[in-house]
Structures are given as C-alpha cells and as structure tokens.
C-alpha cells in the first residue's frame, strides 16, 4: 500500500490551506424528532505547521467540529452543508475506504478522555502498533519495532515498562502521553485534540502542553486544539476561534483575541477568569465578574433570526434582536461577528 | 496486603468560618484527606477533632451523629447526582435520610435551598441531565446544605465547570459562606481560585502537608520547591511571582 493512495495528489496546490473549511451546518435529531443546528456557518482554513486554538464552553459546539471533520458524528448528527478540503481531498464526499485511510494516517484525533479512549485490555505498546498496521504494510517485528520508537519519542524514561502495561497501570499524564503517541504513529500533518488536559493537574497539563510544542517542530505539525481554558491558548495557538452557540463569534491571531477581543462575548469570557495570581489579593473574596445568564447551548438555537449571544450581552443594541450578524473583518486576520462593528468595515 | 501510607503526618486546623485552600498535584493525598475529614476513610493513627470533640475515638454509631455537620461536594455533579432523582427529591433526600422533619417540611427546605442556589422553583422537579453543569453542580452544593453543616469540603468542586460558570458558582459559594456562616476546605489544583477564595493555603505533596500559611504569604513567597512548581505550572502566571522576595 502506498501512502497516499486514493487521493489525487496532483490536483494539491501546495500554497492551498492544509485545511479549508467552508460554511459547514451541523444539526442533531433529538428523540422527539426535533431538529437543532450545532453548528452553522463554520469557516476557516489552517496552513501546514500551524495552530488553531478553538475557544468555546460547554455546548459552544467545539466537540460537535472536532466530530464533524473526521465524519465521526454520532448516529443523529448530520452535516447539513459545507465542505472540508484537507491535503486537497474532500472529506465530506470521500468515500468510506478513502475517509478510514485519512483518519489516523494523515489526519489524527485525540479524545477529550484519556481513560475512555484506550482500549483497558489491550497492552499499550499493542494499541499504538494497531494503528501502524492498519495504515502501513509493515511486518509484526516491524510494527512492533516502530510502536517502541513513537513511545519512545513521547516518555524519555521508563519506555518498556509503559510499552508493557495495561492503561488502568498508568497515571492520566502518562495515558494522555499514550494517546499522544497513537495519533503521531504515522506521522500525521495535522492533530485534532478535543480538551486532551481537561482531566490533568496543571503540572501535567504544563508538561502535555511542552510536549505538543515539540513534537509540532519536529513534525511540522498543524494542529486544532479545542479547548474552554483560555489560559491554555496563550503562548501556544497561533490563532483562535471563538466560538458562542456553534457561530464562530470571533477569530484571529492568539494574541489579538486573547489580549484584545473584540467581540463582547469573548471579552466577558476572558474578564470572568480568576485574576492572575499575582493580583488577586487586591480583589480577595470579592465577586469575580460573571456573564448574566445561562448558555442557551447550541440545541436550543434557531438560525438567523437574532445574535445568539445578545440576551446576555451588556452591549446590545436594536439590531442584535432582529438579525443575525455576520462576520465583520476588522483587519486582514481579525474578524468578530458582531453589529457594533460594523462601520468598522468600510 | 500491602499497606500504602496515603497521608503522613498532616497537622492543620481550620477556624470556624474560613476557608483553607488544600493544594498540591495529582496523588498527592488531597482526596484521602477529604474522606478521612468526613468519616468516610478510617485514619490509622492520628486525631482529628471537629468542633471540640475527638471524631477518632467515636464509634461508628457515633461518627453516624456528626456527619451531617460535614459535607461535601464532588467534582463532576454528573456522577455524584443520582440521575434518576429529580432536584427536589435530590436536595431532600438527606433530610429524609436522617429522618427529620415531616414531608412538606422537608419538600419546603429544599426549595428554599434550591432558590437560594439560584434555581427557580419550577426547575425543582427536572432530573439532573436536564440542567446544565453549572446548575447541576448548584443541586449539588444545595443538597451538601440542606443538613446545615458547619463544615463544607469542596473536592474539586469547580474544576469540571467551564470558566464563565467557575466564576458564578465561585461567587455563589462566597455568598453562602457568609450568609450561612460556612467554613470550607477548598480542595483544587486550580492555585488561582485557590488564592481568590482561601484565607489559608495547604500545600501537600506525597501525603504529607508541606507548606501552609496565610493565602497571601504562601502565594507571595513560596517557601517550598512543591509550591514554586505549582505557581509555575498555573496557567497564565507571570514568572514574576517566584523571583526572590525583596525582603
């Protein structure tokens, strides 16, 4: 088997995004039968190398993407339109075999659970082997010879012992660490990670973020790293999207977003933090701020009709209750879906 | 058998109506220091007194007495909240447990515990996979309540939630704190929060307590590598924070 085979590699630009995402509709078919959009109008594009840091809470619809560009939505999630080019391929219409060769080899996922998502009776050294096999014509010596060196390049001490053991033998450091070798097994372009530090101490949470930062250097990987800590975004995604009820609200390079959002939900969200360490005694025990209300979760949105996020915004204005913004370009790289910047535009 | 030390040593008191913060990094024996606070571990050697009396040298009968004064909320409401169990049946089950009051008294605590958590009486009879994770973790902290303890242990208890809604509970947690008289062991990793809303700060590594102080003077000046490796590790910390200390 020849890597790569089924994709038309001629027809890849290589100054073509890595990743194109255009206008992607994700809906879900509760039991009821009722219809709800998780997402609409999602679009972006990522260059080879790059890091995309997408921003959202519980119910934003940040899962439902990571999902959504492996087609790995659960039985009542549909994409309703849109289009995902990756390395020139069209993963919305590929078919199942040319999608299975992609997942794992060129396009890797990481799950938000590292205890969920390892198998707990298969020996680790076996499971990162498995995903080797299913991609590569290697023989087992072979296989199992490169399963030792991937472990290799994600724990410097203790390989064997780790190569050895069932995940329950593990710490949640190092089975974040076991995912992580699964998914750079066969050397992908690009890594979706799904909150891959959510269930860590901040100390591991550290040392998983460094090892990321390698590895992205010696891979030249591009990555989508999904998150809802902005905390975790600085000083390692290249840009962030924000994302409020499955609408991207907000996007540019990191540093802009998160030092300088534009869009009032992202504001709120970065004031509600706790104050840095090093401040908080000026404001101990007082109130943190807060955003007034509850997330209406992307379920319960309609399309179109108003600014999702105005019933709890402090900036609302008229409008925001007859319409849905849309993206207003506020420079080259920073755009923000909101009304109040829309004589910004012209 | 091999018996594991889980924790070695651990001296602290807490003052009534304060809060200290117990840090430290995954392993370290915080939760083990939780259950044995609430009764739920045996300590094999070692006192521990709550409110004047020695809780070591009573019987489990007795334990089973004071246990109301002690409670606790958990990390992820999710698993800690019987599903099948809706908000009021929840936040009055401890009640009819310990067997007080009649039906309707208890069914009235519980809705005053659920407003004053922040959920609006018609909610009271929707089960927790109807709320959110913030409003679950409200039915939670209303039922650890409902008993009118004197001392809340809070495992993790905002680590699970998403920022905008850590903020909320946080500051719902003070409220309480103050209007209620509460007093809280605050056990997180999160060292931010930790310095917010403790008066005292705990720091353990390896099941045993390894720096502890007033909030400000742990964060300010570390004392020990374990909490200079914490401050590091906190997510967004200027490196400012662990230069020496002009003195």
Redesign the interface.
């Known amino acids: 088997m020849v890597t790569g085979a089924g994709r038309d590699l001629s027809r890849f630009d290589p100054m073509a995004p890595l990743l194109d995402v255009q206008n992607l509709h994700v809906s879900y078919t509760a039991r009821t039968g009722q219809c709800s959009t998780a997402l609409a109008n999602v679009s972006f594009a990522l260059q080879p190398g790059e890091t995309l840091g997408v921003l959202g809470e519980s119910g934003s619809g940040k899962s439902t993407l990571a999902a959504a560009l492996l087609r790995l939505l659960p039985g009542n999630g549909r994409i309703e339109r849109g289009a995902v080019h990756f390395e020139g391929q069209d993963l919305l219409r590929a078919a199942p075999r040319e999608l299975e060769k992609t997942r794992g080899d060129r396009l890797a996922l990481i799950f938000q659970e590292p205890s969920l998502a390892l198998h707990p009776a298969i020996r680790v050294a076996e499971q990162i082997g498995d995903v080797i096999a299913a991609h590569k014509s290697l023989g087992r010596r072979a296989v199992r010879e490169q399963a030792r060196q991937i472990l290799a390049a994600v724990f410097s001490t203790e390989t064997d012992r780790i190569a050895n053991s069932y995940p329950h033998q593990l710490s949640g450091g190092q089975r974040a660490r076991v995912l992580i070798a699964q998914a750079i097994s066969c050397e992908p372009s690009l890594i979706v990670a799904d909150e891959p530090t959510a269930s860590l101490d901040p100390e591991t949470q550290q040392e998983i973020l460094s090892l990321f930062w390698d590895l992205r250097q010696k891979f030249n990987l591009s990555m989508i790293w999904i998150t809802h800590n902005p905390l975790l975004l600085e000083g390692f995604a290249d840009r962030v999207l924000v994302l409020y009820a499955g609408r991207v609200v907000e996007t540019g390079p990191a540093s802009n977003v998160l030092s300088s959002p534009r869009h009032p939900y992202t504001q709120a969200l970065l004031r509600c933090l706790p104050p840095r360490i090093e401040d908080s005694f000026a404001n101990h025990k007082e109130y943190l701020p807060v955003i007034p209300g509850e997330t209406l979760g992307s379920l319960a949105a309609s399309e179109g009709c108003h600014c999702l996020f105005e019933p709890r915004c402090v900036e609302r204005m008229a409008i925001c209750a007859e319409r849905e913004p849309e993206m207003v370009q506020l420079s080259s790289t920073h755009g923000a879906s909101c009304f109040k910047h829309v004589d910004e535009w012209t | 058998m091999r018996e594991v030390l889980a924790l070695a040593g651990v001296t602290f008191s807490i003052f009534s109506r304060t809060t200290l913060a117990v840090v430290g990094?995954?392993?370290s024996g915080k939760s083990t220091l939780a259950s044995c606070l609430a009764c739920l571990e045996p300590v094999s050697s070692g006192k521990i007194w709550f409110a004047q009396t020695e809780v070591t040298a009573m019987d489990a009968g007795q334990q089973c007495a004071i246990r109301p004064s002690i409670q606790m909320v958990f990390q992820d409401p999710a698993s800690s909240l019987n599903p099948r169990m809706s908000a009021l049946e929840l936040v009055s089950e401890p009640l009819k447990i310990q067997d007080r009051f009649d039906k309707r008294e208890r069914s009235d605590r519980a809705y005053d515990l659920l407003e004053r958590v922040g959920l609006p009486r018609e909610k009271a009879a929707q089960r927790p996979d109807e709320f959110?994770?913030?409003?679950r973790q409200r039915i939670a902290i209303a039922r650890a309540l409902v008993l009118e303890p004197k001392l809340v242990i809070l495992d993790e208890a905002l680590s699970a939630l998403?920022?905008?809604?850590?903020?909320?509970v946080?500051?719902l947690l003070?409220d309480l704190q103050a209007s209620l008289g509460l007093t809280y062991l605050f056990i997180t990793?999160?060292?931010?929060?930790a310095?917010?809303?403790a008066d005292e700060i705990a720091v353990m590594e390896r099941g045993r307590i390894v720096e502890t102080g007033a909030?400000?003077s742990v964060?300010?000046s570390p004392q020990h590598a374990v909490t200079r490796?914490?401050?590091?590790?906190?997510?967004?910390?200027?490196n400012?924070?662990l230069e020496p200390q002009a003195v």
């Open positions: 990094p995954s392993g959110s994770g913030g409003q998403d920022c905008s809604v850590q903020a909320q946080a500051n003070m990793h999160d060292l931010a929060m310095a917010h809303l909030a400000r964060v300010d490796r914490l401050l590091l590790a906190a997510p967004g910390v200027r400012s924070a």
